[in-house]
């Protein structure tokens, strides 16, 4: 072998390594995956941050964790509820279907926010709508539910359990070790709920 043919496949395997590089970061980006592939980048945390207690700041990152698992949760409940609702009541069945008090409730929260000069949430109504209201969305039309969800009973129980879980969650209060057990085990239910 001469050193062009050697100078070659080391080019070739240089660019055949780049490119599975770059197939990697995009899979990684995509799935927001970490193959750990690369040393951890330390973020640096705003100054302020440090002012706050050791002992807030331990409880925000174990906290983190749960928020996480209930924000993808709730959103991936909101998207069934409108999913299942247009496809069995059609386009107008937020207008139709959903209760004129929980209508006025979220027209209320969208106006509020609008007043407020912040950046509106969503387009979507129903990211206005209470967990409450979700689950009374549901039950009212169950009908557009039954093929997903085995039962309307385990799905009320289920809803209550993540509604009284997601309270501690939403209003920055360490949850209990039992209740990230019981949090755990109500995401399993939901889950299993579908099955």
């Known amino acids: 072998m001469n050193n062009i043919d050697i100078e070659s496949k080391i080019k070739l395997f240089t660019l055949a390594n780049s490119l599975a590089e770059n197939s990697l970061d995009k899979v990684e980006k995509e799935l927001n995956l970490d193959l750990e592939r690369k040393a951890p980048i330390e973020t640096k945390r705003k100054d302020y941050y440090l002012q706050f207690s050791l002992e807030f700041r331990q409880e925000a990152k174990e906290m983190g964790e749960h928020y996480e698992v209930f924000y993808c949760l ?10 299942l609702m247009f496809e069995k009541y059609g386009e107008k069945w ?14 209320n929260n969208i106006k509020r926010e609008e007043e407020s000069g912040y950046t509106q949430r ?22 557009a539910f039954t093929d997903l969800f085995r039962n309307p009973r385990a799905f009320q129980k289920i809803m209550t359990s ?6 501690p969650i939403a209003h920055c209060c360490p949850l209990a070790a039992d209740e990230v057990v019981r949090l755990e085990i109500t995401v399993k239910d939901w889950f ?3 099955e």
């Open 94 to 107: 937020w207008e139709e279907k959903v209760t004129l008090e929980i209508q006025k409730n979220v027209d």
């Open 162 to 167: 993540l509604n009284l879980l997601r309270g």
């Open 74 to 83: 709730e959103r991936s409940i909101r998207a069934l509820v409108v999913q």
């Open 192 to 194: 299993r709920l579908m």
């Open 122 to 143: 969503s387009e979507l109504k129903i990211d206005y709508t209470t967990f409450g209201e979700l689950s009374q969305i549901v039950n009212s039309h169950w009908e």
